[in-house]
């Protein structure tokens, strides 16, 4: 009961106060203008919808249950020609999450090295780091993009005449082909769990004792790296070294020349971006607590580490959240060098297969739509816990 | 490219009267006095300019034809870029009237997309340019092959289809646009070039080692090439198609540009080819159209053979080869033939 009155005096007291303020004309002119948004909506919905069939368009998602008839030239997921539509949709989502994680893990780690250049005290250092940020962020991406792919991995020597290391790795115009452990699911599961654990056991330390070693993410991490590696290398049955057949190779592990483009053009490009961001974040921390550290005799690196690194975290978060959303748009355009993101395989080879344009572009527009904004939502929980703790 | 592809859609999303005008694209074009003719960008042979800067080509010439049938003058089309991913919804949307740009008549595009193909016009087929160097010999060679195409285009089903039906296996490397797709090929990304056999040909022709480059015999898939209209406009359509049988019956009964004039003034012409250049049995207005319209067909394009010849035969830079293919007629072994004008 006493809920049931909370819950309806506010709703009570919103009324009366439109009223007494005067108000309603304005509140009608609102809902007036809502109306009229939703009517305008409804009208171009039911509008298509009637043309779509006065034409014979076939409209609706059931085509993404027929097989998808073509072959994609990197998945992370099982995939054949014979595999139904939103299968290849899949597969088109997770190349782009793909790209775009790696381009933001890989370019977030470029930047530090960029930005502890470009702040060092040598001129040399850092004048290198001014030229490298100022070349990549007053050029287009497409132009690195074509450049990485066109004058570097696919200009790379053939098959015959390419690198061979130890009749094992392989670098040629086809891609890198490396030797792939033999390892069942479990064993990648042990792997993945025992990579964790230095992480997780980081996490608590930080709580107990956070000045330790121990408690340091990168150590941490690296420990994590190197537990994974070594399961996977004592797990392994066996390794599947890759052999030349026919026109191509057989076996292994294949890195194609296009995603090496992209991966090697996204990451210098936004690098370039992220470095000026944490630039600015750093610079903008009073000199004043540098002082402070040098005043408790810390080290320039623990200086860095525990002083203003924590705190141009928390300036850097909402530039950097727009620069993460915009790399993820920014996938895009690797169709332009064959590489089969979700634009590639959606927004062209899907739509050109079946004609279901508008079916096929809501889609693609939905699917990034929702990436753009859950990175978004995360990063601002991210800032929102970082912000709770600088107030407590 | 892209933005073709969005205010195509965007036309789609909006046309609200284009419905209502499903039965009246001849009147709309009477009434523009122009024709809105759908081409490609460049695609030598069909489609491309000459040094003026004016378009030329095979499927050029059947808009001047279409125009000439039904608006009395030739010159009257305007021809508007439409890319792979783009050309249908340009259609759909009633950006353009007619579509003649090389489209390949498939079963979903004709049931499910809203389009009528109502004549074919040349058929063609998927081939394999490779390097010379390569030494492939057949499809058979190809083992292991990097595939490049570009999208937009039905290659990539049909290639995946050639390589799984002969248990080869392959590597697709698929190109958002044709030129960075040959490109990618002639620096020796991919073994293989795949597209239409007309298309390798005039692609060849534009590669800065032509020589270096052979497409190979086999032809791994049919495609039957024609124009396009939308679904639901049939008097449209019937357009369409009869100016395609005027352009193969004139060849066939020997009316050329040049002696058109005579063979109509000819009281003692067969009856078929008085009836199809209006001198006798009032069809023209069967279509909606002036009795003549099969003479304009002929005097400002000329027939079958000679818009070929001029643009994609031997007497062109590409020189795709006509005898004993089905783009011969049906007299000599080919497929293309008209039905009686009766």
């Known amino acids: 009961m006493l809920a049931h009155l909370e819950a309806t005096a506010p709703k009570a007291s919103w009324m009366r106060r439109v009223l007494a303020r005067g108000d309603l004309v304005g509140s009608l002119v609102q809902i007036a203008l809502v109306a009229a948004l939703a009517g305008g909506a409804w009208y171009i919905v039911s509008s298509t919808m009637a043309n779509l069939s006065s034409r014979g368009i076939t409209t609706g998602f059931a085509f993404l249950s027929r097989p998808a008839g073509f072959d994609v030239a990197f998945s992370l997921l099982p ?154 290398v004592i797990a392994a049955t066996s390794w599947e070294v890759p052999v030349r057949a026919g026109l191509g190779m057989r076996g292994g592990a294949l890195v194609i020349p296009e995603l090496m483009a992209v991966i090697v053009a996204m990451c210098t490009y936004s690098s370039a971006f992220i470095a000026e961001l944490l630039r600015g974040a750093i610079q903008g921390i009073d000199r004043g607590q540098t002082e402070a550290g040098q005043a408790l005799g810390l080290h320039a690196g623990a200086i860095s580490r525990l002083i203003v690194f924590p705190q141009a975290i928390r300036v850097v978060i909402p530039p950097l959240t727009n620069q993460y959303v915009n790399m993820i748009k920014q996938t895009a355009i690797v169709a332009a060098i064959a590489f089969p993101d979700l634009m590639l395989i959606m927004g062209k080879t899907v739509l050109t297969q079946t ?18 904004l859950t990175a978004a939502g995360l990063m601002h929980l991210y800032a929102a816990k970082l912000k709770a703790v600088g107030q407590r | 490219m892209r933005y073709g592809l969005f205010a195509a859609v965007v036309g789609v999303l909006v046309s609200w009267n284009c419905g209502a005008q ?192 052979t497409v190979l015999d086999e032809t ?29 019956a004139a060849e066939e009964f020997g009316v050329t540009s040049t002696n058109v004039d005579a063979m109509k003034a000819d009281a003692n012409a067969p009856a078929e080819v008085r009836r199809m250049l209006g001198a006798e049995g009032g069809f023209g207005q069967m279509l909606g159209l002036s009795d003549d319209w099969g003479y304009r067909i002929i005097k400002s394009v000329g027939n079958y053979g000679e818009v070929y010849d001029r643009n994609i035969g031997s007497g062109s830079k590409v020189s795709i080869p006509r005898e004993k293919t089905l783009n011969a007629l049906w007299k000599n072994g080919g497929a293309l033939i008209a039905p009686s004008f009766q």
């Open chain 2, 22 to 213: 499903a039965q009246a694209t001849l009147a709309a074009v009477k009434a523009r006095g122009e024709l809105l003719c759908g081409v490609g960008e460049n695609f030598a042979g069909f489609f491309s300019p000459d040094a003026t800067g004016k378009y030329t080509g095979f499927d050029i010439d059947f808009c001047h034809a279409v125009a000439a049938a039904t608006l009395g003058d030739a010159q009257k089309v305007k021809f508007l870029s439409a890319t792979p991913s783009a050309r249908f919804p340009q259609l759909q949307s009633g950006q353009v009237d007619i579509l003649s740009r090389e489209v390949t008549d498939t079963f979903s595009r004709d049931t499910s997309l809203g389009l009528d193909f109502p004549i074919i016009t040349f058929y063609d087929g998927h081939a394999l340019m490779v390097a010379k160097s390569l030494g492939a010999k057949t499809a058979k060679d190809l083992n292991g092959a990097n595939v490049c195409t570009q999208t937009g285009l039905s290659t990539e089903v049909i290639i995946a289809d050639y390589f799984k039906s002969n248990n080869l296996t392959y590597k697709p490397v698929v190109f958002d646009s044709r030129d960075q797709a040959l490109a990618a090929f002639e620096k020796g990304r991919c073994d293989v070039f795949s597209s239409d056999r007309s298309t390798l040909f005039a692609y060849r022709s534009a590669l800065s080692n032509p020589d270096g480059f």
């Open chain 1, 355 to 372: 004609g279901q344009a508008i079916e096929s572009l809501m889609i693609v527009t939905s699917v990034y739509l929702i990436i753009s």
């Open chain 2, 220 to 248: 791994i898939s049919k495609s039957l090439n024609g124009p396009t209209v939308r679904h639901g406009d049939n008097n449209w359509a019937d357009i369409v198609r009869w100016t395609g049988y005027v352009l193969i």
């Open chain 1, 79 to 232: 995939f054949t020609s014979a595999s139904p539509l939103w299968m290849a949709l899949l597969v088109g989502i997770t190349n782009t999450l793909f790209l775009a994680v790696t381009g933001m893990v890989l370019g977030t780690l470029l930047a530090f090295a960029v930005v502890s250049f470009r702040l060092s005290k040598s001129p040399l250092a850092s004048g290198l780091a001014a030229g490298y940020i100022g070349l990549f962020r007053n050029t287009p991406i497409l132009l690195h993009l074509l450049f990485w792919y066109f004058a570097v991995f696919a200009a790379m020597p053939n098959i015959r005449n390419g690198l061979v290391l130890e009749d094992a790795i392989f670098l040629n115009n086809r891609g890198l082909f490396v030797p792939w452990p033999q390892l069942s699911g479990w064993g990648w599961l042990i792997a993945c769990v025992l990579a964790l654990l230095p992480i997780a056991a980081s996490r608590w330390m930080r709580r107990q004792h956070p000045t330790s070693a121990f408690a340091r993410i990168d150590l941490s991490l690296l420990l994590g790296l190197v537990l994974f590696v070594a399961v996977v």
